[in-house]
């Protein structure tokens, strides 16, 4: 399989914890999304990096979360101290930056976090 | 206003309908529209990107209207399998040269009864 690929698929934590999800883009696209999705909301933009640049941050990216890329290649999304409002699917999307790939933004299946 | 609005929903339709989603974005330079599709507890996937010319692929039409600001997506002889949310998605520019975000509606929930 050569989609975008999470880790953890769920994970479960209590209030306070922190927790850190991965994502593995396709090899060969260099931007990289990081998105959050409540129920009966669309995904909602976090974070992007452009290989291991992060250029651009939501104003939903509280001080509590931090996320990386550091070679470029997969990234992490920490949430230090969560909240119950933290409850969400987080997903990670990439995309091929290069001339005639397209843009589009592929989707991983998404890590299902519920802080108790 | 919210970036991009969509019908509320739910749709229940028999097979073989016809249904229409609409979809409004306030932010004027926006500059590409697509649909995704997102099945229950899934990630959304693609369906189809909206041309200002209008586009169809098979059962599917998407319009697009800049001076409205509004995006449909027609879908003929609904299928079973076109149970889904389907999400109106808006592309808009950074401040930064070749940055761009992708801004997603609610999604609206169509459910294709036998």
């Known amino acids: 399989d050569t989609g975008v690929s999470q880790d953890p698929r769920h994970k479960i934590t209590k209030r306070g914890q922190n927790v850190t999800f991965r994502c593995d883009p396709i090899?060969?696209?260099?931007?990289l999304y990081w998105y959050r999705q409540t129920l009966g909301q669309g995904p909602e933009f976090l974070t992007y990096?452009?290989?291991?640049?992060?250029?651009?941050k939501s104003r939903l990216l509280s001080d509590r979360f931090s996320a990386e890329r550091p070679k470029g290649s997969f990234s992490t999304l920490e949430i230090q101290r969560t909240e119950q409002g933290d409850s969400a699917m987080y997903l990670c999307?990439?995309?091929?930056?290069?001339?005639?790939?397209?843009?589009?933004?592929?989707f991983g299946p998404g890590t299902r976090l519920t802080v108790l | 206003r919210k970036e991009v609005e969509q019908d509320p929903g739910p749709f229940n339709v028999p097979e073989g309908a016809t249904v229409a989603f609409n979809c409004t974005y306030s932010n004027s330079a926006s500059q590409s529209f697509f649909w995704y599709r997102q099945d229950c507890r899934k990630e959304p996937k693609l369906l189809m990107s909206v041309y200002s010319s209008g586009n169809e692929d098979g059962r599917f039409t998407a319009q697009l209207n800049r001076a409205s600001q509004y995006i449909s997506l027609l879908i003929r002889d609904s299928k079973l399998s076109d149970s889904a949310t389907y999400l109106c998605v808006v592309k808009a520019t950074f401040a930064g040269a070749g940055s761009y975000q992708l801004t997603f509606g609610k999604g609206t929930k169509l459910s294709v009864i036998p």
């Open positions: 090899s060969e696209h260099n931007r």
């Open positions: 999307a990439s995309s091929d930056l290069r001339q005639g790939a397209g843009n589009e933004q592929f």
């Open positions: 990096f452009q290989n291991e640049a992060q250029l651009e």
